[in-house]
């Protein structure tokens, strides 16, 4: 009796061919890390260490040309995945809030866009943490602006942190050593609200992948796992409040159907009255 193979099975054993594999990688690499890849995704690594060492050295986020692409992207507009952050920055000013600490806000991008719908208290001091090049590009703006209330620091160094409302939105994964949960706890005066927004979040162990971010400009990235991420924060004394998709960010992982997941995912978590 004659066996029938379908497409999809003969596909896949041709995959499974070591030379062919090898062939597919090298070509998906190529892909990657030509202009065409541009935002795109490869690769699972174990560290930023290792994702490193398979990458041409690049200065990441550090670079003029990648902080230029997205002050054009987010300084004068809002966009979907915004408004749950302005919902809850809004109760957070309501209840009397006045700081605001923003890891990865590039040139204070969240500060204008937000400000255009947004009511601030008087007096509000919203300190961004950012490379050195975004932060140079940022006090100028701010200066240009008359922003008296936005500040800049270049180092990820929560212990003199004293803001009420913590805010990263599509940054925190960026950072090799961001964990919301170490950062928290190494900060003698928590935030009431921590907003994390943007984020690739799913189902499976933490693991790291490469990404494309400019024209010969990759960075290293945090892929999270749901569960261990929300307890690390929980574990720190705050509720989860809420969460959103975020379906404007999906994640395809060339070679890696099983790993890619159709929307990003954001956060609000508030401190128990308790802690």
Request: charge should be neutral; aromatic fraction near 14%; include cysteine.
């Amino acid at each position: 009796m004659p066996m029938e193979l379908s497409l999809a099975s003969v596909k896949g054993t041709v995959k499974r061919i070591p030379a062919v594999r090898g062939w597919l990688h090298a070509r998906l690499f190529e892909h990657f890390l030509s202009p065409r890849g541009f935002t795109s995704y490869f690769g699972v690594y174990d560290s930023f260490e290792d994702a490193r060492r398979h990458l041409p050295a690049s200065s990441e986020f550090d670079s003029g040309e990648v902080i230029a692409g997205l002050m054009n992207e987010r300084l004068h507009r809002l966009y979907p995945y915004d408004y749950p952050v302005v919902y809850w920055l809004r109760e957070a000013f309501l209840g009397g809030a006045t700081s605001v600490y923003d890891i990865g806000g590039s040139v204070g991008v969240h500060y204008h866009a937000y400000r255009r719908i947004l009511r601030y208290p008087e007096g509000l001091r919203w300190l961004v943490c950012e490379v050195p090049a975004a932060a140079a590009l940022g006090r100028d703006l701010a200066r240009q602006l008359g922003a008296s209330g936005l500040e800049f620091v270049e180092r990820l160094e929560t212990s003199g942190v004293s803001a009420q409302v913590w805010i990263s939105a599509g940054a925190l994964q960026y950072i090799e050593d961001g964990d919301p949960g170490r950062l928290l706890a190494a900060c003698p005066r928590p935030p009431t609200t921590l907003l994390l927004n943007k984020l690739p979040i799913q189902e499976g162990r933490d693991y790291v992948v490469a990404q494309n971010i400019g024209p010969g400009v990759y960075a290293p990235a945090w892929v999270y796992n749901r569960a261990r991420f929300v307890a690390g924060i929980e574990a720190c004394g705050y509720d989860l409040a809420d969460t959103w998709e975020v379906p404007e960010r999906d994640f395809y992982l060339p070679g890696h159907p099983d790993k890619s997941f159709r929307a990003f995912t954001g956060f609000c978590f508030q401190r128990r009255a308790a802690a």
